[in-house]
C-alpha cells in the first residue's frame, strides 16, 4: 500500500505540476509574453493528444495479440500529416476564416448553417467519444489497480479509483477550459499543458523502451535476435484489417474532435502546420519505435496470462525498478489526461453552441434581445457539459464491465467518428454537397456503425439479443449485425468500416445529387471549396439602422461589454458615422456574425443575428459573386474577347470604306480622264479644221463646205456629250423634276422606235413586237420612259452584230410592267455585264458612237421612276430588262 | 501581366519564372509524398506470411521504421524549402499557402 501512496502523491503532484504549468501560460498570454507559447513546436506535441493512453498502453497489448497491426493507427495520421497540401492546409484555412469552434460547427457552416445537421454531428461526436473517454479511465484505473494491489495478473477495479480520475479531470478542464467564451481563442494554458504531457509520454516510452532494448535485451542486435525468436518472430498481418486500419485511423485523425480542435481550431498560424508536417510523424514513429521490444520482453519475463496491454508498467516493475515504473504510469496518466481533456472541451462547445444555446434562444422569453450578460449562461452550458462528457464516459465504463481489451474499444470509437469524413471531404472539396446529401449520409453511416459495432461491443445480449447476432433480427439473416448482406467471415470492425463508410459516402452522393441545395448552402459551399481564391464571402444581410442597438446589446451578452463596445466603436469610426453605434452595413453584420460565432458557433450566431436583422437576403447576384476566380477570369476573358471582336469588326469596315474611298478615288480620277479625253477629240478635230480655214488659202468652196460641216458634226457631238453629262449630273443629283402623264405603253415603244430608227447610222434592225401585250396604262414621266426605250433601240442598232439584225420587244402587263428588249446578237461577256452601266463604259472601241454615258443615264432614270434597268442574262443574245411600276408611286421617290 | 511587363525589360522574367517553377515542384512533391508513403506502407501485403521463407519480425521493423524516418526526413526537408520560398519575395505568402 506504501506503493499505492507514493503514486497518489506523486500523482497529485504532477496534477499540482500541470495546473502550474496552465496558470502560468495563461498569465503570460494575458500579458502579452506568449510568443513561445505558439511555437510550431507547441502546436506538434499539442497534436499528441492523438496518443490517448491506448496508444500508450494498448499498443503494446495490441502487438502482442496481433503482431504489427498496431503500427497501422500511426500510419495513418503520419500520411495524413505528410499529405498536408491537400487536406489539412484547407481545413486550417477554412477554420480560420470561417472563425470555425468544432467539427460539427464545420459540417453545419458548410451546408448552411443547419443547426440539424450540428446536433447530428454533436450526438455522433458524444457518442463516438465516450466509449474513448471510457478507455482512459479504464488505462488510469488498471494502471494503479497494478500499483495497489501487486496483482499484475487480475487487473480488476477494486475502488473508485475511475470515479476520482473522472472528477479531477473534469475539474482541471472546468478550470483552464472554460476561462473565456471564445472557443475560438487560443486556451493557452490548456494547449500548454498538453504539451508538457506530450514530452512526458513521449519521454516515459522512450526510457522504458530505452532500459529494455539496452538494459535488458542486449541492444539493437540483440533485440532483433530475441523478437525474431519470440512468438512475434514472424511477420503476420491481416491484409484486410492492416490497410483498413490505415484509412480508419487517417480518417479518425481528420475527424476525432479533440484532434480538430488542436488541429484547426488553436492554430493561429498556418505555417505551423508545416513543421507540423513532418515532426509529428516523427512523434509517432517515437512513439511506436520501441513497442514491439517491450511487447517481447514482458512475453518472456513475465508469467502466461499477464494483461499485456499493461507490459509498459508491469516490465519495470517486475525488475525492480520503482521509478521507471512511476514515470512510465505518469506516461499513460498524461496520455489519458490530455486526452480526456482536449476531448471534453471539444465536445462541451459542440453541446453548448448546438444542442444548449439553440434551446436557451428558444424558450427564453424574448430570444436574443434580452438585455443583460448571456455568457454565464454560455460558460455554465459549457461546464455542465464537460462534466456531463466526462461522466458519460464513466457510465459507459461501469457498463461495458471494463472487460474488453483497449485497443478494441479505440476501434470502436474510430470508426464512429470517421462518419463524419464523407461530409467533411465532399463539403470541403466538391460544391456539390447538399445539406440533405450530408444529413443522408450522416444518418446512414452512424446508423450502420451504432448497429454493427457500437451496440454489440457493449457485450451479447445488452442491447443487441444474442439471438440477432446469430441469426438476424426476426430472422433476417442478411440483416446480422456482423455479417451484413450475407457477407460473413469480415474482420467485425473491418465490416463495420466497408458498410459504413460505403453507405455513408453512397448517401452522401446520391442524396446531394438528387437535391437542390438553398442560396446559403451554395454560397458556403462556394467560399468552403474555394477558400484560397476568395478568403472573405459575402453574405449578404440586410439591416436598418434601429437595429444597431439590439444588436449592440446581443453583442455585449455574448462578448462581452467592453470587446462588443470596443468592436462597435472600432466599426463606427470606421464608417466615419460620428457616434458610437455604427450602421448596420452587411459587411458589418458579416463581421459581427464571424465575431459571434468564435463564441457560440456559426449556427447559434446565424440565428442570433437573424433574429434581430430579420431574414438574410442572399441575391442572385451574392451568387453571381461568389463565382470562383476561374469565372471570374472566364467573364472578363469573354469581355476582352468580345472587345476585340468589336474591334476587329470596326477594323473590318474602316478598311472596307477605305477601299471604297480608294475605289471612288480612282473611279474619279478615271471619270476626269475620260472626260477630257472625250472633250478633247471633237476640240481637236474642230481647232485643226478652224485653222486650216483661217489659214489655208485657195480653198475650193467644197473643201470649205467640207470642213466647215466637220466643224458643225463635232460641236453637235460635243453638245450632246455636254448635254449627257448634264442630264446625268441632274439625274444622279435627284434634282431633276418629273412630268408625270397617263399613257399607252404602245405609244411610248412607237416613239421610241421611230426615233431610233430615225438615227441612220447603223444596219436596219427589224422589230418584233406585241401590240395586245403592249396596250397598258402607265402614269409616269412618258419621255423619261421614252428617253430609256430610245438608248435601248439605238444600241441595238449600234452594236448588234448579226447578220440580220432583229430585236424582241416583250411586254409583261401588271402592277409592275416588265419590257424586254431581247436581239440575236453575241451577248455580253460577264465582265462587261458588270460594267455596261457604268459611266463611259463601252463595249467595244470600234464603233465609238457615243460617249458611254447611255446606259448610265438609263439607270438613273429608271431608279428615279421607281423601276430599274437590268441586264438580263441567258437569252442567246444581249437583253435587257425594263422594269417599271405601272403607276409612279410618290413614296418610291 | 506583371510578368509580361517584367518580360519586356529581359532578365527578370526569365529570372521569376524559374522561381516559380521550382516552387511548384515543391508543391508537386509535397503533394507526392504521402502517396509513395501510402505504397511502402502496403507493400508488406504481398510479404509471404507462412514456412521458412517468411519475412522476419527484425526485417519488417528495419523496413517499416526506416521507411517512415526516410519520410520524416524528405517531409521536413520539403517543409524547409516551402518555407524558405515562402520567406523570399514574391513568395507564395504566408506558408507558401498561395497557389
Known amino acids: 500500500m506504501t506503493m499505492l501512496n507514493t503514486l497518489v502523491a506523486v500523482c497529485s503532484l504532477y496534477a499540482l505540476f500541470l495546473f502550474a504549468i496552465a496558470f502560468a501560460a495563461d498569465r503570460a498570454a494575458m500579458r502579452g509574453q506568449a510568443r513561445w507559447l505558439r511555437s510550431p513546436l507547441v502546436y506538434t506535441l499539442s497534436l499528441s493528444i492523438y496518443c490517448s493512453a491506448w496508444t500508450f498502453y494498448g499498443a503494446v497489448g495490441s502487438a502482442v495479440r496481433t503482431g504489427f497491426e498496431y503500427l497501422a493507427i ?17 481545413l486550417v484555412r477554412i477554420g480560420r476564416t470561417q472563425r470555425l469552434t468544432s467539427v460539427a460547427d464545420l459540417i453545419s457552416s458548410r451546408y448552411g448553417k443547419s443547426n440539424l445537421l450540428a446536433v447530428g454531428v454533436t450526438i455522433l461526436a458524444v457518442v463516438g467519444t465516450t466509449p474513448y473517454i471510457a478507455l482512459q479511465l479504464q488505462s488510469v484505473t488498471l494502471s494503479f489497480e497494478v500499483f495497489g494491489v501487486g496483482d499484475i495478473v487480475s487487473g480488476q477495479e477494486s475502488g473508485h479509483t475511475a470515479l476520482w480520475v473522472a472528477a479531477g479531470l473534469a475539474l482541471f478542464t472546468v478550470i483552464f477550459g472554460t476561462r473565456n467564451l471564445d472557443a475560438n481563442e487560443r486556451h493557452n494554458g490548456v494547449v500548454m499543458a498538453i504539451a508538457v504531457e506530450a514530452v512526458v509520454k513521449l519521454a516515459a516510452l522512450l526510457t522504458v523502451g530505452i532500459f529494455v532494448v539496452w538494459g535488458l535485451l542486449g541492444g539493437v542486435s540483440g533485440a532483433l535476435e530475441r523478437i525474431d525468436a519470440s ?87 517486475s525488475q525492480g525498478r520503482d521509478g521507471l515504473a512511476v514515470l512510465s504510469f505518469l506516461g499513460g ?25 439553440p434551446l436557451f434562444l428558444r424558450f427564453a422569453k424574448r430570444g436574443a434581445k434580452v438585455s443583460g450578460d448571456v455568457r454565464h449562461v454560455v460558460l455554465l452550458a459549457r461546464r455542465l457539459s464537460i462534466v456531463g462528457v466526462v461522466m458519460l464516459g464513466y457510465l459507459y465504463y461501469r457498463l461495458s464491465g471494463g472487460g474488453a481489451a483497449l485497443s478494441s474499444i479505440g476501434e470502436v470509437s474510430f470508426a464512429g467518428v ?5 461530409a467533411m471531404l465532399g463539403g470541403i472539396f466538391w460544391r456539390g454537397g447538399s445539406r440533405v446529401g450530408a444529413l443522408a449520409g450522416l444518418t446512414l453511416g452512424f446508423g450502420c456503425w451504432g448497429y454493427t459495432l457500437f451496440l454489440p461491443s457493449f457485450g451479447a445480449g445488452v442491447f443487441v439479443p444474442d439471438s440477432w447476432m446469430v441469426a438476424g433480427p426476426f430472422g433476417i439473416a442478411w440483416l446480422r449485425p456482423q455479417a451484413l448482406f450475407g457477407i460473413e467471415g469480415m474482420d467485425p470492425l473491418l465490416h463495420t468500416v466497408v458498410w459504413s463508410l460505403t453507405l455513408n459516402a453512397g448517401g452522401f452522393v446520391l442524396a446531394s445529387l438528387a437535391s437542390f441545395p438553398r442560396p446559403l448552402e451554395r454560397l458556403q459551399g462556394a467560399q468552403f471549396v474555394n477558400v484560397f481564391d476568395h478568403s472573405t464571402g459575402p453574405p449578404r444581410w440586410s439591416g436598418k439602422v434601429a437595429q444597431t442597438e439590439d444588436l449592440m446589446i446581443m453583442a455585449q451578452r455574448i462578448l462581452g461589454a467592453r470587446d ?47 433574429q434581430i436583422v430579420g431574414g438574410m437576403s442572399v441575391s442572385v447576384e451574392d451568387l453571381m459573386a461568389v463565382a470562383d476566380e476561374t469565372a471570374q477570369l472566364m467573364e472578363y476573358s469573354a469581355r476582352l474577347e468580345a472587345q476585340s471582336q468589336e474591334l476587329a469588326r470596326t477594323a473590318a469596315k474602316l478598311r472596307e470604306a477605305n477601299s471604297k474611298l480608294t475605289r ?70 435627284g434634282q431633276v423634276n418629273l412630268n408625270l402623264r397617263p399613257g399607252l405603253l404602245s405609244d411610248v415603244l412607237d ?57 424582241d420587244i416583250r411586254v409583261r402587263p401588271g402592277a409592275t410592267v416588265v419590257i424586254d428588249f431581247i436581239d440575236n446578237g453575241a451577248g455580253l461577256s460577264a465582265e462587261a455585264q458588270d460594267v455596261i452601266f457604268e459611266k463611259f463604259s463601252r463595249v467595244s472601241d470600234q464603233k465609238a458612237g457615243g460617249a458611254g454615258l447611255g446606259l448610265a443615264i438609263c439607270r438613273q432614270i429608271m431608279t428615279r421612276l421607281g423601276g430599274e434597268v437590268s441586264y438580263l442574262s441567258g437569252q442567246g443574245g444581249t437583253a435587257f430588262r425594263v422594269v417599271v411600276p405601272a403607276r409612279y408611286a410618290v413614296a418610291a421617290q | ?31 507526392v509524398l504521402p502517396f509513395i508513403g501510402l505504397l511502402l506502407w502496403l507493400l508488406p501485403l504481398l510479404w509471404r506470411e507462412e514456412g521458412a521463407a517468411a519475412v522476419r519480425s527484425s526485417s519488417a521493423i528495419v523496413f517499416l521504421f526506416g521507411t517512415w524516418f526516410a519520410l520524416v526526413g524528405a517531409a521536413a526537408v520539403l517543409s524547409w524549402k516551402l518555407a524558405a520560398q515562402a520567406r523570399e519575395p514574391g513568395g507564395a505568402g504566408p506558408g507558401g499557402m498561395g497557389e
Open chain 1, 564 to 610: 462588443a463596445q470596443a468592436l462597435f466603436e472600432h466599426e463606427a469610426r470606421r464608417q466615419a458615422t460620428g457616434g458610437t453605434l455604427p450602421a448596420p452595413t452587411p459587411d458589418f453584420l458579416e463581421r459581427l456574425e464571424r465575431e459571434l460565432a468564435g463564441s457560440v458557433g456559426a449556427a447559434t450566431a446565424h440565428a442570433m443575428v437573424g
Open chain 1, 74 to 90: 500511426y500510419l495513418g495520421p503520419s500520411l495524413v500529416l505528410m499529405g498536408w497540401w491537400w487536406i489539412l492546409r484547407k
Open chain 1, 751 to 807: 416613239r421610241a422606235v421611230a426615233a431610233a430608227a430615225a438615227d441612220e447610222h447603223g444596219a436596219r434592225v427589224r422589230i418584233w413586237r406585241d401590240p395586245r401585250a403592249e396596250e397598258v396604262m402607265l402614269n409616269t414621266d412618258l419621255d423619261r420612259l421614252s428617253q430609256v426605250f430610245i438608248n435601248l433601240v439605238a444600241n441595238t442598232r449600234k452594236y448588234c452584230d448579226a447578220a440580220r439584225p432583229r430585236l
Open chain 2, 1 to 31: 501581366m506583371a510578368q509580361d511587363g517584367a518580360g519586356l525589360r529581359g532578365k527578370p522574367l526569365v529570372f521569376l519564372e524559374r522561381q516559380s517553377y521550382r516552387r511548384r515542384r515543391v508543391i508537386d512533391a509535397a503533394r
Open chain 1, 333 to 357: 496518466f498524461s496520455s489519458a489526461t490530455s486526452m480526456v481533456i482536449v476531448a471534453a472541451i471539444a465536445l462541451s462547445t459542440m453541446v453548448s453552441n448546438h444542442v444548449v444555446m
Open chain 1, 418 to 422: 470517421a462518419q463524419v469524413l464523407p
Open chain 1, 664 to 733: 471612288l478615288s480612282v473611279q474619279k480620277d478615271a471619270f476626269l480622264s475620260q472626260i477630257s479625253h472625250e472633250l478633247r477629240t471633237p476640240m481637236t478635230s474642230i481647232r485643226a479644221f478652224s485653222e486650216i480655214l483661217r489659214d489655208a488659202d485657195g480653198l475650193t468652196p467644197q473643201e470649205h463646205g467640207k470642213y466647215a460641216s466637220i466643224i458643225h458634226d463635232e460641236a453637235i457631238r460635243l453638245t450632246r456629250l455636254l448635254d449627257d453629262l448634264l442630264d446625268l449630273s441632274v439625274l444622279e443629283n
Open chain 1, 231 to 317: 512468438e512475434l518472430g514472424q511477420w503476420r498481418i491481416n491484409g484486410g484489417r492492416w490497410t483498413g486500419m490505415i484509412v480508419l485511423s487517417g480518417a479518425a485523425f481528420l475527424c476525432l474532435p479533440r484532434i480538430f480542435q488542436v488541429l484547426v481550431v488553436e492554430n493561429d498560424n498556418e505555417t505551423h502546420l508545416r513543421t507540423a508536417s513532418w515532426a509529428f510523424p516523427l512523434y509517432l514513429g517515437l512513439m511506436s519505435l520501441f513497442v514491439v521490444p517491450i511487447a517481447v520482453t514482458g512475453l518472456e519475463l513475465l508469467p502466461a496470462g499477464s494483461n499485456p496491454d499493461l507490459f509498459v508498467l508491469t516490465v519495470p516493475l
